[in-house]
């Protein structure tokens, strides 16, 4: 089966663009969480998508939003971008989100922000 | 509060030794899944080991194991006959069993510097 795919895999926006990533998880995942992940932070959940529904959210502000299609692809979008939004963006994805269940991670995508 | 902590932020190992790293987590559930990661400098997370908090026994995976002490809250991971390509961050990630699909936490991450 291939990996989580993220696209792109490198990205330099500058102060005030809009930017959207995209994860395509493993086949037959329906739950793609995002994270960020920064030096001084480490990783913070940003949120999860099961079915195309929102099912868990993180504390980011409402600059920070997601979608899930119905062949579980899902886009992470960043709106009026700051100096701090520099970080990389990582994607995981599972069966179904379980107790249980291990989350595969995509290679991330490196986001910078001028 | 923290909910997972890793005490050491770096360590380092002579290759073919063995290493512990320690991971310990806060949690009022019963129900509760440990996880541990490596990231190497490319930055892709890759899964090493999972125990349920029900496991009985300890995990293996491999070179990898998993110290499981359910009373004292903790889930070091420890590397059996370390290799130069161990060198790499490692995450220790908890995800509580509140709904059946709560979120992954992770810890900040002990950094393992392995020495020829």
């Known amino acids: 089966k291939a990996g989580v795919t993220q696209t792109p895999r490198y990205l330099i926006k500058t102060r005030g663009q809009q930017v959207t990533l995209s994860c395509s998880p493993i086949s037959g995942h329906r739950s793609v969480s995002w994270y960020q992940q920064t030096p001084g932070q480490g990783l913070q959940f940003l949120f999860e998508?099961?079915?195309?529904?929102?099912?868990n959210k993180g504390n980011f502000p409402g600059r920070f939003s997601g979608r899930q299609f119905s062949n579980s692809r899902s886009e992470m979008n960043v709106s009026t971008l700051e100096l701090g939004d520099s970080a990389l963006y990582l994607c995981?994805?599972?069966?179904?989100?379980?107790?249980?269940?291990?989350?595969?991670f995509g290679p991330g995508t490196r986001l910078l922000v001028l | 509060a923290q909910k997972i902590t890793q005490t050491q932020p770096g360590m380092f190992v002579q290759e073919k030794e063995a290493v512990t790293l320690d991971c310990t987590y806060d949690t009022s559930d019963q129900s509760y899944g440990l996880f541990w990661y490596k990231q190497p400098s490319s930055g892709e997370m890759i899964f090493l080991i999972y125990?349920?908090?029900?496991?009985?026994q300890n995990a293996t995976e491999g070179r990898y194991s998993l110290n499981f002490q359910k009373a004292r809250k903790s889930a070091n991971l420890v590397i059996s006959a370390s290799q130069l390509g161990d060198s790499a961050m490692y995450f220790c990630a908890m995800r509580e069993g509140k709904t059946s699909y709560d979120k992954v936490i992770f810890g900040p991450g002990t950094s393992l510097s392995v020495i020829p």
């Open positions: 998508y099961f079915s195309e529904t929102q099912r």
């Open positions: 995981a994805s599972s069966p179904n989100g379980a107790l249980q269940e291990t989350q595969y």
């Open positions: 125990q349920g908090s029900y496991d009985e």
